[in-house]
């Protein structure tokens, strides 16, 4: 069974970092590509960024390049993201999703199993 | 603003067949690009409904189908449950931007 499990969230300041984690199981997680994507209270979805299974590949949001930094741990089956200079509209929930093969592609880049969420809160 | 444009909400009865729709531009749906369909339950996290513009997951009923033309997708469901109350959103990819990822503003779907 796939599980994702994300930990790392909470309240910080803007301005601030925080370092998302999301601990995979159930797969051969160094075979596929992963993603974070995010949800601002009562709000859509909103695809953040992604990483290649090899880890070689990474791919941003306008709205977190420069400022948010993916990688991923194949030896731990854990998927990270670094974020720094955090704003009041990076304040969401944050998911991290399984894509469908090993590359952020055109045909494999949806996604077929999402954790539970982490809650970010970037507010003074 | 969304990439992907979906009505905030639609509405039906206990066994009626309800349609949501998405619409994107040339440079997703319309350039070919795939369109992904997921529900998100109440308090829950997203689920994959329907991917590759007709294709069911394993385990998700028949009741939910895809379809997509020009630059446009639709998901239907028919013989509406009332534990399919739920919000909606479609997926695409896009060659435009270097987000890559393009998703729908979202759809309330509520049961009567």
């Known amino acids: 069974e796939v599980q994702l499990l994300e930990s790392g969230g909470g309240l910080v300041q803007p301005g601030g970092s925080l370092r998302l984690s999301c601990a995979a199981s159930?797969?051969?997680?160094?075979?596929?590509?992963m993603s974070w994507v995010r949800q601002a209270p009562g709000k859509g979805l909103e695809w953040v960024s992604a990483i290649s299974g090899s880890g070689g590949s990474t791919y941003y949001a306008d709205s977190v390049k420069g400022r948010f930094t993916i990688s991923r741990d194949n030896s731990k089956n854990t998927l990270y993201l670094q974020m720094n200079s955090l704003r009041a509209e990076d304040t969401a929930v944050y998911y991290c999703a399984k894509t469908a093969g090993a590359y952020c592609s055109s045909t494999s880049c949806y996604f077929d199993y999402w954790g539970q969420g982490t809650l970010v809160t970037v507010s003074s | 603003q969304s990439v992907l444009t979906q009505p905030p909400s639609v509405s039906g009865a206990p066994g009626q067949r309800v349609t949501i729709s998405c619409t994107g531009s040339?440079?997703?749906?319309?350039?070919?690009?795939?369109v992904h369909w997921y529900q998100q339950l109440p308090g829950t996290a997203p689920k994959l409904l329907i991917y590759?513009?007709?294709n069911r997951p394993s385990g998700v009923p028949d009741r939910f189908s895809g379809s997509k033309s020009g630059t446009s997708a639709s998901l239907a469901i028919t013989g509406l449950q009332a534990e399919d109350e739920a919000d909606y959103y479609c997926q695409s990819y896009d060659s435009s931007l270097s987000a890559h990822v393009v998703f729908g503003g979202g759809t309330k779907l509520t049961v009567l």
């Open positions: 159930g797969f051969t997680f160094s075979s596929y590509a």
């Open positions: 590759g513009n007709s």
């Open positions: 040339s440079s997703n749906i319309g350039a070919g690009y795939d």
